[in-house]
Every structure is written in structure tokens, then in C-alpha cells.
């Protein structure tokens, strides 16, 4: 059984940043990619970025590249999503993703961006 724990959201200005931190206990996350989603109210869930199991590939939505960073340390199980120049549509609920043999979802970690 895998459990995820998102940490470091909160409220921000516009042009701010934010580092969220995902730890993960149980499975071996270390040997798969993760990712991190965000969803806000009345809309699906939407992909933000991910990385590799060694961290060698990253990818992103295009919203988003060139101001988030994803990282991550296998040896602390924990993956990072840097957030830069956040913007207000940058607003949602962010979940970590991790799929061994199914889907496992974090609780959430709310960030808020202010205009």
C-alpha cells in the first residue's frame, strides 16, 4: 500500500513561488515515474508535470513550462514541483500521482494565488 502526503501549499502574490513536496511511504515508488495534477472546482483533473524514475525526463502541460520545475529524491522518496512566477490561474487543489499496479493520489495541498 502506497500513501502520499502533499505539503507546502498556500497563499502567494502573483509572481510569487511555492515549493510543494510530496513524501511517499510504502511501495517502490522509486522504480516509477510520478507526477503532480491540480484541479480546481466544477473541472476535471488536470496533468501538471512528471518525471522519470530516475529523473532523466520531465515533462509538463505547456501552461506551465518555464516557470515549474519538477524533482525528485528516491533516497527521501519524495518528489518536488518548484512553482515560479505563479500566476492567479495557477490556482487549484494539487494532487501527487503515482501509478504502481493502480492510481494512488496524495490528499491534496491547496495553492492560492492572489491578482
Known amino acids: 500500500q502506497v500513501r502520499l502526503e502533499e505539503s507546502g501549499g498556500g497563499l502567494v502574490q502573483a509572481g510569487g513561488s511555492l515549493r510543494l513536496s510530496c513524501a511517499a511511504s510504502?511501495?517502490?515508488?522509486?522504480?516509477?515515474?510520478m507526477g503532480w495534477f491540480r484541479q480546481v472546482p466544477g473541472k476535471e483533473r488536470e496533468f501538471v508535470a512528471s518525471?522519470?524514475?530516475?529523473?532523466?525526463?520531465?515533462d509538463y502541460v505547456d501552461s506551465v513550462k518555464g516557470r515549474f520545475t519538477i524533482s525528485r529524491d528516491n533516497a527521501k522518496k519524495t518528489v518536488y514541483l518548484q512553482m515560479n512566477n505563479l500566476k492567479p490561474e495557477d490556482t487549484a487543489v494539487y494532487y501527487c500521482?503515482?501509478?504502481?499496479?493502480?492510481?494512488?493520489w496524495g490528499q491534496g495541498t491547496q495553492v492560492t494565488v492572489s491578482s
Open positions: 500521482n503515482v501509478r504502481l499496479g493502480r492510481d494512488y
Open positions: 518525471i522519470s524514475w530516475n529523473g532523466a525526463f520531465t
Open positions: 510504502g511501495g517502490t515508488v522509486s522504480t516509477t515515474s
